[in-house]
């Protein structure tokens, strides 16, 4: 903050207050905020979490009731912290645009930036505990995309094996569902595809695309399956895919660019001949938030550091038939990245006829 000359910067409740502060309050649409300026912090909080926020936090704390206008509260926390109208101010990327609007209205003068300028990079390197966070999350998810591949039969949707994986992760102790994409057939050729009543087919490729929060951290993976033979080409696709993924992890070591993970997925893409088919980033930071930063693009120039958390993510989407991708977390250490994900990164098997899957299955490990 004293880099980028701010006067103090405003959090609201989410993924930047929980990394400071240890904890985030309620989030609605009554304003909260906690203020940090150079020397002192404080909250702002509507009265009724007032208690709550004393058992996570000894900063003071200004509250305002149901049936009071936030804004005279807000002026008080900014005289105790001595904050006052002129200067640049910090706000939350993902602040209401209420909460900011009473910012505004409460210091006009001030401008305003992005917090992230200050606290992604701080979020954006893990220390061990956080690490060992995330890999406890993986783990867990690792069990829930065995469970949502072993839903996995011809006849049954898309949404019913979305709520088998719902039921696994709460199962498992899922604070959050993140994620919860399953896709089928030419749907999975939408890299973004909404869970439908779509039913499962013989010729199917499948992705599920899953992740919760558990201990506040978050976990992202993508595993591919096929109903019976899946759709023509698939291999060929699944296999490049694949090699893909293994050059981006070779690529993500400290002192690299960022651009290069992306570099070294695409090259392979391209070189098979799909480069237009692969239309995304290769991946995105995680931690607190299923996606945070780092972007893990192709001019994206910052240097890899060791604590660095991203995913490894490329696809190929071809409209009509299928897409593939597959997605692993990879963690920077300092000679270079592992992954978090103990699956295998083959396309699961799905019996083409239901009623051989269960003495199939029984046999079938990842
Ligand atoms: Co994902
Ligand atoms: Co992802």
């Not at 783990?139 to 995309?145: I, K, S, Y």
């Not at 992890?249 to 893409?269: H, M, S, T, Y």
């Amino acid at each position: 903050m004293k880099e980028l000359g701010w006067r103090a910067a405003f959090l609201s409740p989410g993924d930047d207050l929980r990394y400071v502060a240890g904890f985030t309050p309620t989030p609605d649409e009554r304003p909260a905020y906690l203020v940090v300026t150079a020397e002192r912090a404080g909250f702002l909080l509507p009265a009724l979490n007032r208690a709550q926020a004393e058992t996570e936090t000894d900063l003071p704390i200004v509250s305002y009731g149901d049936d009071e206008a936030p804004a005279g509260a807000l002026r008080r926390l900014c005289a105790e912290l001595g904050v006052d109208a002129s200067g640049v101010f910090g706000v939350g990327d993902t602040t209401r645009a209420d909460f900011l609007l009473l910012l505004q209205s409460v210091l006009p003068e001030a401008q305003w930036q992005p917090a992230s300028l200050a606290v992604a990079p701080l979020r954006m390197v893990k220390d061990a505990e956080e690490i060992a966070r995330l890999e406890r999350v993986a783990r867990v998810t690792d069990r829930v995309v065995e469970a949502g591949l072993g839903a996995l039969s011809p006849g049954r949707t898309e949404r019913e094996v979305a709520h088998a994986i719902r039921d696994a992760f709460l199962r498992e102790g899922a604070e959050e569902i993140l994620f919860l994409g399953v896709a089928s057939g030419p749907n999975t050729a939408f890299p973004h595809h909404h869970t439908s009543d779509r039913r499962l087919e013989a010729g199917d490729a499948v992705w599920l695309d899953i992740g919760c929060r558990i201990d506040g951290y978050a976990s992202d993976i993508t595993r591919m399956a096929i109903v019976g033979p899946g759709p023509d080409g698939y291999a060929e696709i699944h296999a490049i895919v694949a090699r893909a993924v293994e050059a981006a992890f070779q690529a993500a070591r400290p002192g690299a660019p960022l651009a290069e993970v992306d570099r070294a997925a695409r090259r392979v893409i391209e070189e098979a001949g799909y480069g237009e088919a692969f239309v995304h980033r290769t991946g995105h930071g995680l931690g607190l938030s299923g996606h945070e930063l780092p972007s893990v693009h192709g001019k994206n120039e910052t240097p890899i550091e060791p604590g660095m958390v991203f995913t490894i993510e490329p696809g190929v989407y071809l409209p009509g038939r299928f897409g593939v991708r597959i997605e692993d977390v990879a963690v920077v250490g300092p000679d270079g990245a592992r992954r978090l994900s103990r699956l295998s990164r083959d396309a699961f098997r799905v019996p083409a006829s239901p009623g051989g899957s269960e003495a199939a299955r029984a046999g079938r490990r990842l």
